[in-house]
């Protein structure tokens, strides 16, 4: 299976911070990657598909880049509601698998 | 309006079985990829198992051998048979269905605990 790292496990910013979480992959997954959302207590929500592709309805102050085996997801703007754990997410081949994790704690 | 709603989560003693089940309205199953997905208590997410709209399926290599995904057409529903489970399998699942690989809905998630 594709084994997908991401890093940092914890970030802590202040409101208004850009913020950058990174997701490697252990094989090239062309721009087959989604980054999900989880606040407690809730299922995780798709934020970005296709690498760069941004979901319906998600503020355009987060946006998804790379290709291959690295990628970012970047909040430009921290806002108090952005306080939850990101994922991502591989879909390359005919399995899937999780990246572990990144807590987003608010200054 | 698309909807997953997950049923069969319970308490069961190491080495037991127990089937869990996904009823999908709004969209059609066979049409579609549907998987489960599992977190366990404090970590992060695990995706346990897919099947295709062909009825191919896979399996995390944690549960191979003792999962079964599963699905019957007529009544629209997913299903996860879960053998021998083992303390490890205590987690949340849900059902999700993806759509080019990313995952647009989610079931509400259901809690299965295996302990002695």
């Known amino acids: 299976d594709i084994q997908m790292t991401q890093s940092p496990s914890t970030l802590s910013a202040s409101v208004g911070d850009r913020v950058t979480i990174t997701c490697r992959a252990s094989q090239s997954i062309s721009i087959w990657l989604a980054w999900y959302q989880q606040k407690p207590g809730k299922a995780p929500k798709l934020l970005i598909y296709?690498?760069?592709t941004l979901e319906s309805g998600v503020p355009s102050r987060f946006s998804g880049s790379g290709s291959g085996t690295e990628f970012s997801l970047t909040i430009s703007s921290l806002q108090p509601d952005d306080l939850a754990t990101y994922y991502c997410?591989?879909?390359?081949?005919?399995?899937?698998?999780f990246g572990q994790g990144t807590k987003l704690e608010i200054k | 309006e698309v909807q997953l709603v997950e049923s069969g989560g319970d308490l069961v003693q190491p080495g037991e079985s127990l089937r869990l089940s996904c009823a999908a309205s709004?969209?059609?199953?066979?049409?579609?990829?549907m998987s489960w997905v599992r977190q366990a208590p404090g970590e992060g997410l695990e995706w346990v198992s897919i099947i295709y709209s062909s009825g191919s399926t896979y399996y995390a290599d944690s549960v191979k051998g003792r999962f079964t995904i599963s699905r019957d057409n007529s009544k629209n529903t997913v299903f996860l048979q879960m053998n021998g489970l083992r303390v490890d399998d205590t987690a949340v699942y849900f059902c999700?269905?993806?759509?080019?690989?990313?995952?647009?809905?989610w079931g509400q998630g259901m809690l299965v605990t295996v302990s002695s």
């Open positions: 296709k690498a760069s």
């Open positions: 997410q591989q879909y390359h081949g005919l399995f899937y698998t």
């Open positions: 999700v269905r993806t759509v080019n690989g990313a995952v647009d809905y």
């Open positions: 709004g969209f059609t199953v066979s049409n579609n990829y």
